[in-house]
């Protein structure tokens, strides 16, 4: 599965819009791009995931780039509940898996 | 439909001491991780499984073991624990190729070890 790169920290006022970018470059064309969250220390959560259109549900929306080699998890309305870490990851839904890196993700903290 | 369930959820060991850490799913998943988690750090890959009565080494596999003998449960093994293994310790599940690939994580066990 391809590596992804994400900055280490991002931060963002309530009630903001909160853009974390995430970068794919070596990602192949059968490996979906999903994001996930932990806050303070939990089990990371799915928030979201996609091929190559735009996603949106309830929690965020994402944007791949038309080269998929960079997408863009968007929270619309930030609350101090979104504070946590996020990771990216790309995952090939249709071959057989083996490692799952996760890296460091992005620890968003969204201030007063 | 309880998800992934790892226990025990905290444990204090003393060095030298071994123990278990069980996980279980009842998704009937193919693939499962174990993860550890420090301060500062993301979630580093110890073990994993890509089914039952297999097992793989991850990035940071030394001073554990595991086991899958049964589809649902994935076992990680400290044989003499060390203070370089307290931690925060994420087990993870995911099913095989499908449209709805989700990967499913425990609520971690903190593990302290003296």
């Known amino acids: 599965d391809a590596k992804t790169t994400q900055p280490p920290s991002m931060d963002c006022a309530e009630g903001r819009a909160a853009n974390l970018p995430c970068n794919h470059s070596?990602?192949?064309?059968?490996?979906?791009v999903y994001w996930y969250r932990q806050i303070h220390s939990q089990g990371p959560q799915y928030i979201i995931h996609?091929?190559?259109n735009n996603e949106t549900n309830e929690m965020a929306s994402l944007i791949i780039t038309e080269d998929r080699k960079s997408s863009t998890l968007i929270l619309p309305h930030a609350t101090l509940r979104d504070t946590a870490v996020y990771y990216c990851?790309?995952?090939?839904?249709?071959?057989?898996?083996?490692?799952?890196?996760f890296g460091r993700g992005t620890q968003l903290t969204v201030w007063p | 439909n309880a998800g992934v369930t790892q226990t025990p959820k905290f444990r204090v060991l003393k060095t030298g001491q071994s123990m278990t850490l069980l996980c279980a799913q009842d998704m009937n998943h193919e693939y499962m991780y174990w993860y550890r988690q420090d301060p500062g750090m993301g979630l580093r890959l110890i073990h994993y499984s890509v089914g039952e009565g297999t097992t793989a080494k991850g990035e940071v596999p030394d001073g554990y073991n595991v086991s899958r003998l049964k589809k649902q449960n994935f076992l990680l093994g400290l044989e003499s624990a060390a203070p370089s293994q307290t931690s925060v310790y994420f087990c993870a599940s995911i099913s095989g190729a499908g449209i709805e690939r989700k990967l499913f994580f425990g609520s971690g066990t903190q593990l302290s070890v003296l």
């Open positions: 070596t990602i192949s064309g059968n490996e979906y």
């Open positions: 990851i790309a995952l090939d839904r249709g071959s057989t898996l083996g490692r799952l890196y």
């Open positions: 996609g091929l190559k």
